[in-house]
C-alpha cells in the first residue's frame, strides 16, 4: 500500500525573438498559458480482502513545462535579466502546483486505503477532481502567478 511518485518531468517549448518584447509575444501554449504543470494519477491492486484492496498502489506523474527563449544570448543584458526573473518566479509558480498536486495525491491515496473495492472508481474520481479544482484555485489566488507583483508578469527594461 504505497504511494509511487515519478521523478517530475520538465519539457520545454521554443520562444523566438530578437528582442524581450518579440520573445513576450511569443510567449503562450494553446490555452495562453507561459507554463502549465499537468498531472496523470492512477491506481492499482492486486485483490480484495475483506472487502478493501490489497497491495493499493497510487500512482503519480507531473510535467511542468517552461518556455525556453531561443535568442536570450542575443538580447541586453537588462533583457536577459528580466528574462530570467520572470522564468524563475514563472518556474516557482509551476513548482508550487506540483507541490500541491503531490499534497493531494497523498490525502486521495490516504482515501482510497479505506475505501471499499466496491465504491474504489468512483473515489478515485473524485480525488482527481479534487486535486484539479485546487489546482485551479490556486491560479485564481495568484491571478496565474502574476500576484505578487511583477510574479510572472514580464516588464521591460
Do not use: C
Request: cysteine-free; proline content about 5%.
Amino acid at each position: 500500500m504505497s504511494l509511487d511518485v515519478a521523478p517530475t518531468q520538465m519539457v520545454t517549448y521554443d520562444v523566438s525573438g530578437s528582442t524581450l518584447e518579440e520573445a513576450a509575444d511569443n510567449v503562450g501554449l494553446p490555452g495562453g498559458e507561459a507554463g502549465l504543470t499537468e498531472f496523470g494519477i492512477g491506481y492499482e491492486y492486486d485483490g480484495v480482502r475483506r472487502g478493501l484492496p490489497r497491495n493499493l498502489v497510487v500512482h503519480l506523474s507531473i510535467t511542468i513545462t517552461m518556455p525556453r527563449w531561443l535568442d536570450r544570448d542575443g538580447a541586453t543584458g537588462p533583457e536577459q535579466d528580466e528574462w530570467d526573473r520572470f522564468h524563475a518566479a514563472l518556474l516557482a509558480h509551476e513548482q508550487e502546483h506540483a507541490s500541491r498536486m503531490r499534497s493531494g495525491a497523498r490525502r486521495v491515496h490516504a482515501r482510497l486505503l479505506r475505501t471499499r473495492a466496491a465504491e474504489l472508481e468512483q473515489r478515485f474520481q473524485s480525488g482527481k477532481r479534487m486535486i484539479q479544482r485546487e489546482s485551479d484555485a490556486f491560479d485564481d489566488a495568484t491571478h496565474h502567478g502574476q500576484v505578487p507583483a511583477p510574479g510572472t508578469v514580464i516588464t521591460f527594461p
